[in-house]
């Protein structure tokens, strides 16, 4: 294996939502072991310091050793950036991020690592805006689609550009 990537879910989803599972099988396509923790339980709250949790759970999920990327959508990408401040990471993928969340103390951070988002012009839920501020002040790549919050319509499309992400990692 090349590595354990550590696929984490939104907030109002699960480890078996659509765009998760299309990473998943990136994973497996490319020899990267992959992980969906399961945070319904703490999502079910709907406690915004329930995120702490959630991001410990993320780590628990992590390998002591080898190559860890984080990916998440939306409160799993939130999750994920926190995460890789905690864990050494090969990477960071990133879809629908929240810069923010309402009633949590930290803004947005993670680790300085080699970073892909990408964020529907659309969204409804978390600000481009926001997501382009990220991007830009950590040179990051960015993909803006022509879509919403749930990147519905290019769940495809955000599958190859992990590929390409991956990829670049080898």
């Known amino acids: 294996m090349k ?41 079910a709250s709907r406690d915004p310091l329930a995120i702490d949790a959630r991001i410990d759970r993320a780590l628990g999920h992590a390998p002591r050793e080898g190559r860890v990327v984080f990916a998440g959508s939306s409160m799993g990408a939130f999750t994920s950036g926190f995460a890789s401040l905690r864990r050494a990471s090969a990477g960071l993928f990133l879809l629908a991020l929240p810069t923010a969340i309402p009633g949590y103390p930290r803004a947005f951070d993670a680790a300085d690592v080699p970073t892909t988002l990408v964020h529907g012009w659309n969204d409804e839920v978390c600000p ?9 002040a950590r040179g990051a790549t960015l993909h803006l689609v022509r879509d919403g919050h749930r990147l519905a319509a290019h769940v495809d499309w955000c599958a190859g550009v992990f590929r390409d992400f991956l990829a670049g990692l080898d």
């Open 128 to 136: 481009v805006d926001a997501a382009i501020g990220f991007a830009r």
């Open 3 to 43: 590595g354990t990537v550590i696929l984490s879910h939104g907030l109002e989803s699960g480890p078996q939502a659509t765009k998760v599972s299309a990473l998943a099988l990136v994973c497996d396509a490319l020899g990267w072991a992959s992980v969906r923790p399961d945070y319904r339980d703490l999502d």
